[in-house]
């Protein structure tokens, strides 16, 4: 085919079933079978796929990769409620990667047509697509009501030698490096590079920077013994339980790491007191002799009530001083811990809609507990995957995170791993351990490069004590913040814009010189 021919790679029929397979492959880049480099294989296929294509074909062929990945990777959605909710949330999904497909598609049709330069081809439409690709994530990661950045291609890589990147550019700059490397390639084998090893050069040299760039150094200031706890308790949505079970639960998986000496701090998951020690004294009481025999704060998490609204709280408790701080869960998750816009979905699906008559609001007080020896960055389950948050806990003196979840309603499934991906991922990031506690597993405690230090097997009770190194200073994608992606997305739809008026130029000019 000629370098410039616009006819499409394959056919459309062809070219929906590389999409699917693209997907699945995709999908198994991340946990459960996390094997990473089938991420890239995965992007390779979405992108050969749309090559060529026309802009409704390009949608049908990104909703084909996006219905075969989501339907994959959130299927543990199913397990308590059902087909329905896992069918919307991957149709949506779905939508946002056909959008971003399109966007995908007009890149590969007007840069050919803009430059007939091969390194235009070479160094410009790799950057693009990889830019687009980002611009597709930022959309399912802000809308609607929030988003769900679940599925990040950065996300496949905590295990993989690319992983030290997001201490550089974070999550956004990893994906966009993963499809910038991929996409090179695609197009030095479309532009037949092998003829001239120079055109190599871009995405080999970016390739090899990926790799061998280490990861951002952060500074040792000391360490502090965390005991971390994992109950086991009924702690799923429909688990069968009366008032006090799971905190009885947490209780008695506490009780062999009493007597440890040295330990700073104490540390509960999402729900592990299913009573709030704020309206109970008795359960104030089991607070108070918690943390005085340990000679030690408790960060505890529990749903606390304040003007008539609700909220999924951790607190810091003081033996004789109760509650000294709390963190309110930033994020909670829509049609999960609370309903948007009730009045409008209760009537399509108003069984699954009237299971949760009790609504979240976010929190907006400070991620960060101030222990006495150190301060903690805080997440509540899936506040993990939101940046700005964790951003903002290592802005504000973080030395360490602590994220609390609950993973029972997902037992059995590919989620806790997911959630354990993204939770190293956050470690490398920030340069900072990360104590993961889950109520059922699997519980880990992470060091700054993303090793695993401690854990905790899955459905089984019991307990951490690990002396836990502490960090400062910050790196440059929590310095950099949300400047990456805005920069990504910006400058990719600028350059897609761009590429158009050229394209549309050059070709007038042509039509010109011929008549």
């Keep these: 085919m000629p370098e410039n021919d616009p006819r499409p790679l394959l056919p459309l029929w062809v070219a929906v079933l590389v999409a699917i397979a693209g997907g699945l492959v995709y999908d198994l880049g991340f946990p459960d079978a996390g094997i990473w480099p089938l991420a890239f294989a995965g992007i390779a296929l979405a992108l050969v796929s749309l090559i060529g294509r026309t802009s ?15 339907l994959q990777h959130v299927s543990w959605t199913t397990l308590y409620l059902g087909p329905v909710p896992w069918l919307a949330l991957s ?18 049709r007007w840069v050919p047509r803009a430059s007939t330069s091969r390194w235009v081809r070479l160094l410009w439409l790799p950057l693009l697509v990889a830019g687009l690709w980002c611009v597709r994530e930022a959309a399912t990661g802000s809308i609607p009501y929030g988003g769900f950045p679940w599925g990040r291609a950065a996300l496949s890589q905590s295990e993989s030698p690319f992983a030290d990147i997001v201490s550089w550019v974070g999550s956004t700059g990893l994906g966009f490096v993963m499809v910038a ?54 702690a799923g949505y429909f688990d069968e339980r009366a008032p006090g079970d ?54 505890l998490n529990t749903v606390t009530t304040r003007d008539d609204e609700f909220f999924n709280t951790s607190l810091l408790w003081r033996a004789g001083e109760g509650a000294v701080d709390s963190y309110d869960k930033r994020n909670p998750v829509p049609f999960g811990e609370y309903i948007p816009d009730r009045a409008f979905w209760e009537p399509l699906a108003p069984d699954l809609i009237g299971l949760i008559q009790r609504g979240y609001t976010p929190g907006t007080n400070a991620p960060v507990f101030d222990l006495g020896s150190t301060v903690t960055g805080l997440a509540i389950c899936f506040d993990v995957i939101y940046d ?17 979840t609950n993973n029972a309603d997902f037992t059995g499934t590919d989620e806790n791993q997911q959630q354990l991906a993204i939770a190293r991922l956050r470690a490398i990031e920030t340069g900072r351990s990360v104590v993961n ?12 490069t993303g090793r695993t230090m401690d854990a905790l097997p ?31 997305v910006a400058a990719s739809l600028g350059g897609l814009v761009a590429a158009g008026v050229l394209a549309r130029r050059r070709s007038r000019r042509e039509v010109d010189s011929e008549g």
């Excluded at 409704?56 to 989501?70: I, R």
């Excluded at 001239?196 to 090899?208: G, H, K, M």
């Excluded at 062999?256 to 330990?263: A, H, K, N, T, W």
């Excluded at 007191?273 to 089991?286: F, I, N």
């Design 56 to 70: 409704w074909s390009a949608a049908l062929v990104g909703f084909a990769f996006g219905m075969a990945f989501y």
């Design 91 to 108: 149709v949506l999904e779905s939508l946002i990667v056909a959008g971003g497909a399109v966007l995908i598609a007009l890149a590969y």
């Design 181 to 234: 490397i991929v996409a090179g390639v695609i197009e030095w084998v479309r532009l037949r590079g092998w003829q001239d090893l120079r055109s190599a050069i871009p995405v080999t040299a970016l390739a090899l920077v990926a790799l061998l760039l280490p990861a951002w150094p952060t500074t040792t200031t000391g360490e502090i013994r965390v005991a971390s706890v994992q109950g086991n308790g009924p």
């Design 246 to 299: 799971v905190l009885e639960a947490q209780l008695d998986a506490t009780e062999p790491i009493l007597d440890e000496p040295g330990v700073d701090v104490l540390l509960w998951p999402e729900g592990g007191s299913d009573l709030d020690p704020t309206r109970s004294p008795d359960v104030a009481d089991t607070f108070d002799d918690l943390s005085e025999r340990l000679g030690a704060p408790v960060v």
């Design 388 to 404: 700005e948050l964790i951003w903002e806990g290592a802005r504000d003196g973080a030395e360490l995170y602590m994220f609390q």
């Design 437 to 448: 506690i889950s109520t059922v597993g699997t519980s880990q405690v992470i060091d700054p």
């Design 458 to 488: 899955a459905y089984e009770q019991g307990a951490m004590v690990t002396d836990v190194e502490l960090r400062e200073g910050l790196t440059p994608s929590v310095v950099l913040g949300g400047t990456v992606p805005f920069l990504i």
